[in-house]
């Protein structure tokens, strides 16, 4: 049973506008939320994390969002550029547990 | 600082046969876990070592099987190959001390194909 789930397997965003990459996860205990970027050939590279005690995180062009109560989180990318067109994962765990649940990811293109 | 570095990059086994993945953690990381990577999917978790011991598994049978040496680096162990088994093999280290809160720094990935 996936217990995250990205919804969306590709996006595309022209370059400057906002990318917005949606995650909703099931398990109510999840407590710490990733993102990751995924190029080919390349392992996931950590972008911006968030635990439930928040509702917004910001690292410079990358804004998480979480909506407890309906178990969404979403990845805000203002501006887009084409250096961004990658796999995006979002994966939560419990705090105190030892493993991430990943959703299968969406592919964004940001178009020059 | 060194990176999470993997070996061998790509191998190709055939049904039947043993490997054994290898995993240099990134300097300082006491923890580190293996994920599965299927085409088109995300990573699932195989499992952790924390201080040399298992410490957590995901779905996954007895005959993948792993160790984390006294340096913090770990091998993983798959035998009895399926044709299931072809996917990326990622390892991850962190400074969690066997909990998962804290980010995760994956290597480069082990592409196993099994024929």
């Known amino acids: 049973d996936q217990q995250v789930k990205q919804n969306s397997p590709s996006l595309s965003v022209q370059e400057g506008r906002i990318s917005i990459l949606n995650c909703d996860y099931t398990?109510?205990?999840?407590?710490?939320f990733l993102w990751y970027k995924k190029y080919p050939a390349e392992g996931p590279t950590f972008l911006i994390s968030i635990s439930s005690i928040k509702d917004k995180n910001e690292d410079g062009r990358f804004t998480v969002f979480l909506n407890k109560s309906a178990k969404h989180l979403s990845l805000h990318i203002v501006p887009s550029q084409p250096g961004d067109s990658a796999v995006y994962f979002c994966?939560?765990?419990?705090?105190?547990?030892?493993?991430?649940?990943f959703g299968t990811g969406t592919s964004l293109t940001v178009i020059p | 600082e060194t990176g999470v570095t993997q070996s061998p990059t790509h191998l190709i086994k055939t049904r039947g046969q043993q490997v054994t993945l290898r995993c240099s953690s990134q300097?300082?990381?006491?923890?580190v876990s293996w994920y599965q990577q299927a085409l088109g999917q995300g990573p699932q978790f195989i499992f952790q070592?924390?201080?040399?011991?298992?410490?957590g598994r995901g779905n996954f049978p007895p005959r993948f099987s792993g160790l984390q040496f006294p340096n913090y680096s770990s091998e993983l162990n798959v035998n009895a190959l399926e044709l299931d088994d072809s996917a990326l093999y990622l390892c991850?280290?962190?400074?969690?001390?066997?909990?998962?809160?804290?980010?995760?720094?994956f290597g480069e990935g082990s592409r196993l194909t099994v024929l």
């Open positions: 994966a939560a765990s419990e705090w105190t547990g030892n493993q991430f649940y």
């Open positions: 070592y924390y201080r040399e011991e298992e410490n």
């Open positions: 991850a280290s962190s400074l969690a001390g066997g909990r998962a809160g804290g980010e995760l720094f």
């Open positions: 300097s300082g990381h006491n923890t």
């Open positions: 398990n109510s205990m999840f407590d710490y």
